[in-house]
């Protein structure tokens, strides 16, 4: 196995999951990318990192973007003599909009990219079940992976993606603080009643539908009854912008496991709260891509 020379360079979108009904299966890629940049070296580890996370990420082997590279390395044949990396973050941290899943996705991508045939070593399927198997969730990893809107499940052990085009357009509302994942799981309940999960099966079929067709259906399809409201004591405000949009009639849901909010609109920023901030975006259809190569 032989490295390629020069540096790779790796961009990697954010991406919002569940949708609404679509728990833990429902992915959207959004126009909001982290680029990653990476080089071998004779020896050691050099990490830069700006914007998102620059004063908060480790900067050793425990770097998640460092960690899937060493996983995919391992996968392919072997880790190089020492890394050079360099991460230009965009995706906010803590909020619901997949940065760990672009972390890890940009990370195999990178390091099969820098590898000598690559992808073929690691093909398609195998980088995206590394990078489900490492994130926990395939949800915010297959729209990271493959961009537009995914459908993402586990079958058995095997990482499973169906891919759908989709142009519609957003606009998400970044609180200040940032809500973990973990704590937001830990809010949901062993069980929920038949009936709430039976509506939100047929939201989720309408979701699918709304997004890839029909989006005057969108304010139905987005409604959800077995995750958001048990969270809404973990970020009140994003549950309060919520329903003041919904009764608006935009159709909104939180992103992921929150505490981001985002609407399925434009023209709706100035609706974000004082310290917010607002990104209008569009749906990025490509996923992770190797966008310069050996330089
Ligand atoms: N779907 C997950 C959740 C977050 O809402 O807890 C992303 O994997």
Redesign the pocket.
């Known amino acids: 196995m032989t490295f390629v020379d020069g540096a790779v360079t790796v961009r990697v979108p954010a991406s919002s999951?569940?949708l609404g009904p679509g728990?833990?299966a429902l992915g959207l890629a959004l126009s909001l990318h982290d680029t990653i940049t990476a080089e071998v070296i004779d020896s050691g580890l050099e990490i830069h990192v700006t914007g998102e996370g620059q004063d908060g990420v480790p900067l050793d082997e425990t770097h998640l973007v460092v960690e899937a590279m060493h996983a995919a390395f391992d996968l392919l044949g072997g880790r190089p003599s020492g890394l050079r990396l360099t991460c230009d973050n965009r995706v906010p941290h803590g909020r619901?909009l997949?940065s760990s899943?672009a972390a890890i996705v940009g990370g195999i991508v990178l390091a099969r990219a820098l590898v000598d045939g690559g992808d073929d070593l690691l093909d398609d399927a195998a980088a995206y079940q590394l990078s489900v198997d490492l994130?926990?969730?395939?949800?915010?990893v297959a729209a990271a992976f493959f961009g537009g809107l995914t459908i993402a499940w586990i079958d058995g052990a095997a990482a499973e993606v169906e891919r759908l085009a989709t142009d519609v357009e957003v606009t998400v509302f970044v609180p200040p603080a940032a809500v973990s994942?973990k704590k937001?799981?830990g809010l949901?309940p062993e069980t929920v009643p038949h009936a709430d999960a039976a509506r939100n099966a047929g939201r989720a079929a309408l979701l699918v539908a709304a997004l890839t067709g029909a989006p005057h259906r969108l304010i139905s399809a987005t409604e959800d009854w077995i995750?958001q409201g048990y969270r809404s004591e973990a970020m009140p405000d994003s549950y309060k912008l919520l329903r003041q949009l919904r009764v608006d009639g935009v159709p909104t849901i939180i992103s992921?496991?929150?505490p981001t909010v985002l609407a399925f609109a434009r023209g709706v920023a100035d609706r974000a709260p004082s310290g917010w901030a607002a990104h209008e975006l569009t749906v990025d259809q490509t996923g992770a891509e190797v966008v310069r190569d050996t330089v």
């Open positions: 999951a569940n728990f833990d619901g997949g899943a994130e926990g969730h395939p949800d915010n994942t937001a799981r949901l995750h992921g496991a929150g």
